[in-house]
């Protein structure tokens, strides 16, 4: 009976090694999961400290940033094609370039919540 003791504890040994190399995925993705989480709420305390502040270099920055994103998609869908016929009719040629929104339009996703944290929780069914 004690050679059958010894292969239990032996098998428990082997058994935690592999547990940490290759971690049960449920569990892997309960930590990401508070991860992420932990993440999102230590944000939203910033955001409420930020917006809380009398000072406009603290609490407006993320409205400046919004308007400037909004701006630019206003100028590249609206302003620009009007700008655009305005000219043409005037009998104007004058190149007018789009804002470039490569690097401005996953800023204002951000800000907006549209991230992929947001699409990760709906799919993990952690959604509100």
């Known amino acids: ?3 059958l003791t010894g292969i239990g ?3 428990g ?3 935690s090694v592999i547990d940490r190399i290759w971690p049960n995925k449920t569990e892997q993705e309960k930590q990401e999961m508070q991860a992420a989480m932990l993440f999102v709420q230590g944000q939203l305390d910033v955001n409420k400290a930020e917006a809380g502040s009398s000072s406009v270099f ?3 920055w993320r409205p400046f940033i919004g308007w400037v994103c909004g701006g630019a998609c206003a100028w590249n869908w609206i302003g620009l094609p009007i700008a655009k016929a305005g000219l ?3 009998g104007v040629t004058l190149d007018l370039a ?3 929104l490569t690097e401005m ?3 204002l996703m951000g800000m907006l919540g549209l991230g ?3 699409t990760f929780e709906k799919t993990k069914g952690v959604a509100r």
Do not use: N, T, Y
């Open 88 to 90: 043409a009719l005037a």
């Open 58 to 60: 603290v609490a407006g």
């Open 98 to 100: 789009p804002a470039d």
């Open 1 to 3: 009976m004690k050679d």
């Open 116 to 118: 992929a944290l947001r």
């Open 9 to 11: 504890e032996v098998a």
């Open 13 to 15: 040994v082997v058994g």
């Open 105 to 107: 339009l996953p800023v």
